[in-house]
């Protein structure tokens, strides 16, 4: 029997090393703390944040929900580009980057 994890079920965007996620973590425009929701709140928050930015801004949003670090990123695709970081334990961080 074989062990499953959510990254073989799930599309993630391109993911970043620790020290990049932390140094767009402290310059990020807005943070979003999802902990604890569910789909599809992540990206209603997310789309309406997005209204507010300009072009290079950057939206942080952390999740402990795993979907929504491939629902998020597809939600405002046209809006922006996206990345995850994973902590390891769990959290995750989603950068999205305002097109």
Request: proline share 5%; glycine share 6%; net charge negative.
């Amino acid at each position: 029997m074989s062990n499953a994890s959510w990254d073989d079920v799930v599309d993630l965007p391109d993911e970043l090393d620790d020290d990049t996620a932390e140094q767009l973590y402290e310059g990020a425009d807005e943070v979003q703390d999802m902990t604890g929701e569910v789909c599809p709140y992540p990206q209603v928050e997310a789309k309406k944040a997005m209204q507010g930015l300009e072009a290079g801004d950057v939206l942080v949003q952390e999740t402990d929900h795993v979907p929504s670090t491939e629902n998020v990123p597809k939600a405002v695709s046209e809006l922006a580009d996206a990345k995850v970081w994973k902590s390891g334990d769990g959290r995750y961080r989603i950068f999205l980057s305002r097109k």
